[in-house]
């Protein structure tokens, strides 16, 4: 692990902070182990830390040069320790809220975490929220986004493209629990239609495209995004992403449930799911790509990275450093001088990360940056960083890639 002293605002907000819930936790997560020690040949070490001190309960940092007393210090310790956020625990809800995450990629997404958000608000202290998952997922985080009761509705019939199918599950569902208030994640991935589905078989009037839900009164966009319509709050919402702040304080149980038997009735489908249909990446828009593999200044071999964005089926952008000297055309430059992009997996190669880059790439789930510079902002920014020739990478992930698809490679990611 590297010995870089890297300082969390937040961290320290919370420690000088004595009525935060974590506040007694930060404290001791900030606490240096050892003050004094003995050295090799026996004479007394100091720990020149401890002087610096510990929050006291106004908030005032204390000084204690004897090194009796240590608190709150500003350096972090070498080993980092996992924080115990408070249970928020319901155990007999007044009510509950639904929601159905739209799950993409078996994850909760960024959006779907905003939706989990916003039903903590509408629960308050005496409801738990219901999140409602189709199919197999990855997600262990259930309990920190907030979820006090997970339904897992499992089978074939839930595969694919399946609203129908997924409408009769959940008018189970408003049959077996009642929900005060349903949300749905308006989105193209499935929860905009599933949602105005079942606002129809339910014959309830839902609230679109909505961005704030405050003293009982929701905010949506309407008119092409143009203007505000305010009303009250339905039992049906579908929220805009960024509509609530996330769950990041509380941890939840996260409980099990299971539908009744014979609750979950099965129809004939009217619809026939045959895949996705092959579409060139190419001429996928930018904001609407899923997979972005993105150049700048650091890329020496454009060819090598026009063969790789093919082998890995990835749409094509750019720095404007790269648009700029040509190697790529305007419209794939990416930033707030370009376009903002809002895709799953962002993979940038050779690219420092300039202000207005890493302000286009914001609202990307996962950043992946390959560069030579280990200090540069886009590093920084990555959810995960190699540190390598980008030539040298992209003909390894070309080579891994391409052996996976003949069946030489089992394992590749």
């Not at 935060?20 to 004479?43: C, D, I, S």
């Not at 060139?280 to 060819?303: H, K, R, T």
Request: aromatic letters at 4%; glycine letters at 10%; hydrophobic letters at 40%.
């Amino acid at each position: 692990m590297t010995d870089i002293i890297r300082r969390d605002p937040r961290a320290e907000w919370i420690a000088r902070n004595r009525l935060h819930p974590l506040h007694a936790v930060m404290q001791a997560a900030h606490t240096v182990k050892e003050a004094r020690w003995m050295g090799p040949n026996g004479v007394i070490r100091k720990s020149p830390h401890a002087a610096l001190g510990f929050i006291g309960p106004n908030g005032i940092r204390r000084i204690d040069r004897s090194g009796a007393q240590q608190g709150g210090t500003t350096r972090r310790l070498g080993q980092s320790q996992e924080t115990q956020l408070p249970l928020h625990r319901v155990d007999e809800p007044a009510f509950i809220i639904a929601v159905v995450p739209d799950m993409v990629g078996g994850r909760l997404s960024s959006h779907d975490r905003d939706l989990l958000g916003l039903a903590h608000h509408l629960a308050g202290q005496e409801g738990a929220v219901l999140a409602v998952v189709f199919g197999e997922h990855k997600e262990t985080g259930f309990d920190t986004a907030g979820v006090d009761r997970l339904l897992q509705l499992s089978g074939h019939e839930y595969d694919g493209y399946s609203p129908e199918q997924r409408v009769l599950a959940l008018r189970a569902v408003e049959s077996q629990f009642l929900p005060r208030h349903w949300l749905l994640p308006d989105s193209r991935t499935g929860g905009g239609e599933l949602g105005r589905r079942l606002a129809a078989a339910l014959h309830e009037r839902p609230a679109t495209r909505v961005w704030q839900v405050k003293d009982g009164v929701c905010i949506g966009r309407a008119g092409s995004g143009s203007e505000d319509l305010t009303r009250a709050v339905p039992r049906l919402i579908l929220a805009s992403a960024e509509c609530a702040e996330p769950v990041s304080e509380t941890r939840h149980d996260a409980i099990e449930v299971m539908l009744g038997e014979g609750n979950t009735l099965r129809s004939l489908p009217r619809l026939e799911d045959l895949g996705p249909v092959a579409v060139d990446p190419a001429l996928i828009p930018m904001a609407e790509a899923e997979f972005i593999l993105s150049g700048g200044n650091g890329v020496q071999d454009w060819d090598l990275f026009h063969r790789a964005a093919q082998t890995l089926g990835a749409t094509e952008g750019a720095s404007r450093v790269a648009v700029d000297d040509g190697h790529m055309p305007r419209h794939r430059q990416v930033g707030a001088t370009g376009t903002w992009v809002t895709a799953r997996v962002y993979l940038a190669i050779g690219i420092s990360g300039a202000v207005q880059h890493l302000q286009g790439i914001g609202a990307c789930d996962k950043v992946i940056a390959v560069n030579l510079n280990a200090g540069c902002d886009m590093i920084k920014r990555a959810d995960l960083s190699v540190i390598a020739d980008s030539s040298a990478v992209l003909e390894a992930l070309i080579r891994l890639v391409e052996g996976y698809r003949a069946g030489d490679w089992k394992d590749v990611a």
